[in-house]
């Protein structure tokens, strides 16, 4: 019975243990305008909401679940700190928000698909305005471009170790029927 056990785990280690090493894919984003250049990462397919309006829903009013936010390293004309970024869907057309000091809201642009339940970021060149520049009074707009693009430095493909990690937990499972035919 041990037997029966040790080879199952061992098939079911060779069989799921390479599909949980991918790496997820990774966006850059670039966002530059008024003087600024705005930097950040985030993965293609981040987790979402659980709950979405469709656009244009009456239900759905500013501060609804249309929207989805992240935390990470965000990198603003050099200086590098930890911040919430907020991606609406209904309010303000799309765009972005920067949960700076003072905030930032960039808009005007939807940036993922199909919807903050299931958000996947798209690949381009966006043209946003920053609608909210100066906290007090009523601010001027200010056009800012957001470039999204696939980051280089994650591979889509397993990694070697990882097809090491398989071929040896085959040939180890060949191995053992070799020596248990021999034995028989």
Do not use: H, W
């Not at 090491?164 to 053992?176: D, N």
């Amino acid at each position: 019975m041990s037997k029966v056990l040790f080879t199952i785990a061992l098939l079911s280690s060779t069989l799921i243990l390479p599909l949980t090493a991918r790496a997820d894919a990774m966006d850059d984003f670039l966002l530059t305008g008024n003087g600024e250049i705005i930097t950040f990462t985030l993965p293609a397919s981040p987790p979402g909401n659980l709950t979405t309006c469709p656009p244009g829903a009456l239900s759905c009013l500013p501060g609804s679940q249309t929207d989805f936010s992240v935390s990470t390293l965000v990198t603003i004309n050099g200086v590098s700190a930890i911040e919430s970024i907020d991606f609406p869907t209904f309010r303000f057309g799309g765009g972005l928000s920067l949960g700076l000091d003072p905030g930032r809201l960039f808009g005007n642009q939807q940036l993922f698909t199909p919807d903050a339940a299931n958000p996947t970021f798209l690949i381009g060149t966006f043209d946003l305005t920053q609608t909210n520049p100066n906290p007090k009074g009523d601010p001027p707009f200010f056009d800012y471009t957001v470039v999204i693009s696939p980051d280089v430095s994650t591979a889509p493909t397993p990694e070697p170790s990882t097809l090491a990690l398989l071929t040896t937990g085959i040939l180890g499972l060949v191995a053992r029927a070799r020596r248990r035919t021999a034995r028989d």
